[in-house]
């Protein structure tokens, strides 16, 4: 069997080596550095000539690491589950119910997602505030609770449902609901699964807002305590590479149970 390799062929693929590499590489670097001792932190070898956990002993010691990986998932997920839900009731409503100015709600909400988060910062922030939701997890997530992305997303993915299946359904006398929940939810776990995930890392990156809302370090999120090992005097590479490695794991662990939802569902929308 003789393989050719086209002109064409070694471009694309040469371009998508290189583009794995540059993402690759980073975390590579990330986590060779948390294994490197404090002084040589700075070699340029690919691996450290003498592994140590001594960065990670001295990340727990620093900071309550636990704690705050748990606030962090609890916020992540509850914003996530949330802007599933509310995406999908929206673009249900928006794509099954004919009602007069419903192109201009959905231009609206199109609208909405070029309001950069500055703008809305300080009102949310007066408003969490006279509410008494600082330093709580649902302060973090309530100003989140609704995402534009996830409702154009999902209008998109109901558009392209087969209007037959829903038609018979209604035929049997069946609701909104359950055409909502038993007909089209379990034809669309590619969209809202990726969704998910994409809403979750999202959350789970958010900085500036947790910075604003949240005063404890018991109530703090990840993004929060790597910032403890950066200050003008100089950063600790090491303790801060050993936090991001840590809070790198949770992401990675969930794209690996759902990175199949994920890619049919970038494919599919690649084929629209």
Known sequence: MTI???PKGILTHGTMILLSLTAVVPICWMVVTSLRPATGIFEATLWPSEVTFDNYVYVFDAIPM???LWNTFVMASATAIAQVL???TAAYALTRWRFRGGKAVQALIALSWLVPFQVTMIPNYVLSTKLGLLNTITGLVLPNAAAAFAVLLLVNAMR????????AARMDDAGHWRIL???IVPNLRAPLASLGVLAFI???NEYFWPLLLI???DDAVVQIGLQMFMSQEG???GPLMAAATLASLPVLAIYLVLHRQIIESFMKSGIK
Do not use: H, Y
Request: hydrophobic share 45%; no cysteine; net charge positive.
């Open 4 to 6: 050719r390799f086209s």
């Open 86 to 88: 509310t995406g999908l």
């Open 202 to 204: 999202s959350a789970w």
């Open 215 to 217: 005063r404890r370090m």
């Open 66 to 68: 636990l704690r705050m």
């Open 181 to 183: 929940w038993q007909i």
């Open 160 to 167: 392209s449902f087969p209007r037959q299946v829903i038609e």
């Open 235 to 237: 950063n600790q590479w």
